[in-house]
C-alpha cells in the first residue's frame, strides 16, 4: 500500500509517516519546509524518515497545483492521501492571515483536486482541529455542535476546510475524513506550542507566561495516541469509503488545568516555573474537551497516555534535542 502524506516534516505528519512506514507502507511525504518555526526541527525530523525503507520525500507547497503534482510524479498510483499540511497556530493567524487562506483553503482545494486527478482517486484523511469549536460553551465538545461561530482566522480556515471536504463527496463522490485534533504534544513537538515553551523556559530559569490568569484548561494528547487515531481512520475509510466526508474528535477527554499542566513540567524537570500572569489573547478560548464517542466507534480510538506519562517523555526528548541539562 501507498501513502502520500502532506506535511510529512510537521509534528503530526511526522510521526504518522514513521508510523506507516513501520507497518510496510510505501510513503511518499511531501512539505514546503516553511520557516513558521525553525526549519532545523523539520529537517530532523526528515532524516529519520529518510532512514526507513519505502520513504521518499519531495518539496512542494500545496496550495501550488502544478508543484503538488510535479511532487507526486511517478507515485500516482496512491492508495490514499493523508493530508496534513497546514498553516498552524491560532495566535500567528491574527498577524498574517493571507498564510492560512493559501494553506488551509486552497491547498485544502488544491489536494482534493490532485485526489480527483490521480488514477485510484485516492480516499482523503485530513487534519482540522478543535479550535472549529470556537468559545463553545457545551462540554464536552462534540461533533454535531454548532462550529458557525470561530473565533479565529485559523479555525475559520479549518472550518472551511470542513465544508470543501464536504462538497468534494457531494459532487464528485470522493471519499474523505476530517480529523479534530487536540492540544497534541509529544517528542518532535511545535516549537510554538505551550510543551516547549515552558520547558525550555522553566529550564532557562526565565519566566513563563501564564495567559488567564492561568484559568484555563487544555484537552492535552498525546502524539502516539493521536496517531492510532489517524491510522484508525486511514483503516476504516480504505474498508467502507463513504462520500459522507464525516469528521472526529481525537482528544484525550480529560480535560487538564493550566496550573497542574505546569506542575508536571515542573516535576518532570525538577525546576520550579517562574510564572508571569497576563490577561488571555484574542482568539483564544478557555477550555476545550473533546468527546471522543464516535472516534471510538468508528475508528477503536482509545486514548491511553496519561499527561503524568507524557510529559516525562517529551522532556526527555526536549533535553537530548537542545542539549539542555
Do not use: C
Not at 511518499?28 to 525503507?53: C, F, H, M, W
Not at 492521501?81 to 500567528?92: C, F, M, P, S
Not at 498577524?95 to 494553506?103: I, L, M
Not at 476545550?288 to 491511553?304: E, G
Amino acid at each position: 500500500m501507498k501513502a502520500i502524506v502532506t506535511g510529512a516534516a510537521g509534528f503530526i505528519g511526522f510521526h504518522t509517516a514513521r508510523q506507516l512506514l513501520r507497518e510496510g507502507w510505501q510513503v511518499v511525504g511531501i512539505d514546503d519546509l516553511n520557516s513558521y518555526y525553525p526549519v532545523e526541527l523539520k529537517e530532523t525530523r526528515l532524516s529519520v524518515l529518510q532512514a526507513q525503507e519505502g520513504f521518499r520525500f519531495a518539496r512542494a507547497d500545496i496550495a501550488d497545483a502544478a508543484g503538488l503534482k510535479a511532487a507526486i510524479g511517478a507515485d500516482a498510483d496512491a492508495d490514499i492521501i493523508v493530508h496534513l499540511a497546514a498553516q498552524a497556530g491560532v495566535r500567528y493567524s491574527i498577524e498574517n492571515p493571507s498564510a492560512y487562506v493559501s494553506a488551509n483553503v486552497q491547498g485544502q482545494v488544491t489536494v482534493f483536486e490532485q485526489a480527483l486527478s490521480l488514477p485510484k482517486r485516492p480516499p482523503v484523511v485530513y487534519a482540522s482541529s478543535s479550535s472549529v469549536y470556537g468559545a463553545n460553551e457545551k462540554m464536552p465538545f462534540s461533533e454535531g455542535d454548532a462550529v458557525d461561530r470561530p473565533v479565529s482566522v485559523y479555525a475559520a480556515t479549518k472550518r472551511a476546510g470542513e465544508l470543501l471536504a464536504h462538497s468534494y463527496g457531494e459532487v464528485h463522490g470522493l471519499p474523505s475524513t476530517g480529523l479534530r485534533f487536540f492540544t497534541v504534544y509529544g517528542p518532535y513537538g511545535r516549537p510554538d506550542m505551550a510543551p516547549w515553551l515552558f520547558t525550555s523556559a522553566i529550564l532557562k530559569g526565565e519566566p513563563i507566561r501564564v495567559f488567564n490568569n492561568g484559568a484555563m484548561e487544555r484537552d492535552f494528547t498525546y502524539i502516539d495516541d493521536i496517531v492510532s487515531g489517524v491510522l484508525g481512520a486511514v483503516k476504516r475509510i480504505l474498508e467502507r469509503p463513504q462520500a459522507t466526508a464525516p469528521v472526529y474528535n481525537l482528544g484525550n477527554s480529560s480535560p487538564v488545568a493550566l496550573d497542574d499542566f505546569i506542575a508536571e513540567i515542573e516535576e518532570a524537570t525538577g525546576r520550579k516555573a517562574i510564572k508571569q500572569f497576563e490577561p488571555m489573547p484574542p482568539a483564544d478560548v478557555p477550555r476545550t474537551y473533546a468527546d471522543i464517542a464516535l472516534a471510538a466507534r468508528d475508528l477503536d480510538f482509545a486514548p491511553v497516555t496519561p499527561l503524568a506519562r507524557g510529559i516525562p517523555l517529551f522532556v526527555e526528548w526536549f533535553r537530548g534535542y537542545n542539549g539542555a541539562p
